[in-house]
Structure formats: structure tokens, C-alpha cells
């Protein structure tokens, strides 16, 4: 039985890998002939001019935006690929499937989003003004500002999905929220060093806007863990 359950787990894999990769291909390819678009809200939300400092920077650097906007927006599908193939592997019901998928996409773009909208914008501007006097003037390559500002992007969407990795890790019984509330102290110490890391920034203000809703998103983790433990009859 054991050796059958690896087998299936293992097609389902190279089914889960071809088809996202198909999935993350076409959306790339879309994604190109938008590029410039896409660029320009990038650049609307920075506020700063970028230059290019090779002849090729300006298309590579326009691929390299397209592979970073098919992954963004096949999320969705990626999602539910992995569910499909996988959801016989979990024991998780089809209704509660559904409900996961949708939290999972809601979340990542919330997140996403939240980074566009308040983040990059505050920490870009910390940047430049840091590096302001003594003559010092930015001269931004495209392509290193494709690459920080996609980073950043993915970087918060990914954070936003604490609470449903919690709930999953609860749901296979690796984790109690039992030992997650005991160690509140320490998870709370690697979000700032986690949050020193991912911003773009050392000021308090900008670690603060990913740093705190991770830590709440973190006790919303834990709250769902204890109706899912009640629910299974668990103490």
C-alpha cells in the first residue's frame, strides 16, 4: 500500500510539474506583449526614472518581467493544479478544497497588492533619499529594478499565506496550536529578523508593515488551528 501511495504521489508530481510549467509558460507569453504596460506600474508606484546600460538590458529585462508576471498571475491555476492532483494525498474534503483555494489566491494578492500599493513606494523613497548628497545620484539599471521590485512583490504575496500553511500543517498533525502559542516569543523574534531581511529598508517603519501583519496573520494561523482541533476533538 505504502509503495502504490509513493507511485501516485510521484505521477501526480510530473503531472502538477508539466502543467504549471505549461500553465507559468502561456501567462509569460502573454505577459510580454504587455511588458511595457507592466513596467509602467511599476514605475508609476517608484516615482523614479530607470536607465538601461546595455543594449539588450531593455528585452531581456522585459523577458525576465514576463517569467515574473506568468508566475504572478498563473498563481490561480497553479493553485488549483496542486489541489487537483493532490487533494486525495490531504483527506481534505472537496467544499473545504474550494474554500483553501480561494484563501490561498485571496491571500497572495492581498499581500501582493499590499506591497504595490504601500511598501515598495516607502521603501524606494527611503532608498533614493538615503543615498541623496555628497553628489551621489541613483542611476537604476532596468533590470535590477525589475528584479527588486518583483522580489519585494513576491516576497509579501508569499508572507500573506502564514495562516493557511499553519492550518495545513495542523490538519496533517505536525504541528498543535498548543506549541505554536507556547513559542509565541520566539516566532515573534524570527518575523522581525525575517522582516529585517525581506524589506528593502533597516528603518522601523518599513520592517514594521510586513513584520506586523505577519505576526497577526501568524495568531489568525493559530485561532484556525483551534476551531479545526475542536472540530477533529482534539485537546
Avoid at 511599476?42 to 530607470?50: C, N, R, S, T, V
Avoid at 532608498?127 to 542611476?139: E, P, T, V
Avoid at 524589506?199 to 495568531?219: F, G, H, K, Q, R
Amino acid at each position: 500500500m505504502e509503495r502504490e501511495r509513493i507511485a501516485l504521489l510521484l505521477r501526480a508530481s510530473k503531472k502538477f510539474t508539466y502543467k504549471t510549467l505549461i500553465a507559468i509558460a502561456a501567462a509569460g507569453f502573454l505577459s510580454f506583449f504587455y511588458s511595457k504596460g507592466l513596467l509602467s506600474l511599476l514605475l508609476k508606484k517608484a516615482d523614479i526614472k530607470i536607465y538601461y546600460l546595455s543594449l539588450p538590458e531593455v528585452f531581456l529585462s522585459s523577458i525576465e518581467l514576463s517569467i515574473y508576471a506568468g508566475l504572478f498571475f498563473a498563481i490561480p491555476v497553479v493553485i488549483y493544479l496542486a489541489w487537483h492532483e493532490f487533494h486525495s494525498a490531504t483527506g481534505i474534503k472537496a467544499v473545504q478544497g474550494y474554500m483553501f483555494i480561494v484563501a490561498v489566491i485571496i491571500l497572495f494578492y492581498v499581500g501582493s497588492l499590499f506591497c504595490y500599493s504601500i511598501v515598495l513606494p516607502s521603501g524606494i523613497k527611503f532608498l533614493i533619499d538615503y543615498g541623496k548628497g555628497n553628489n551621489i545620484m541613483a542611476m537604476i539599471s532596468m533590470q535590477r529594478f525589475v528584479v527588486f521590485c518583483s522580489a519585494m512583490i513576491f516576497a509579501f504575496g508569499l508572507t500573506f499565506e502564514v495562516p493557511i500553511v499553519l492550518l495545513m500543517l495542523g490538519k496533517v498533525g505536525l504541528v498543535r496550536s498548543k506549541s505554536l502559542t507556547k513559542t509565541r516569543r520566539f516566532a515573534a523574534l524570527f518575523i522581525v529578523i525575517g522582516a529585517a531581511i525581506i524589506t528593502p529598508t533597516p528603518d522601523i517603519y518599513n520592517m514594521a508593515l510586513l513584520a506586523v501583519p505577519t505576526y497577526l496573520l501568524y495568531e489568525i494561523g493559530i485561532l484556525l488551528m483551534k476551531i479545526n482541533e475542536r472540530r477533529q476533538g482534539i485537546r
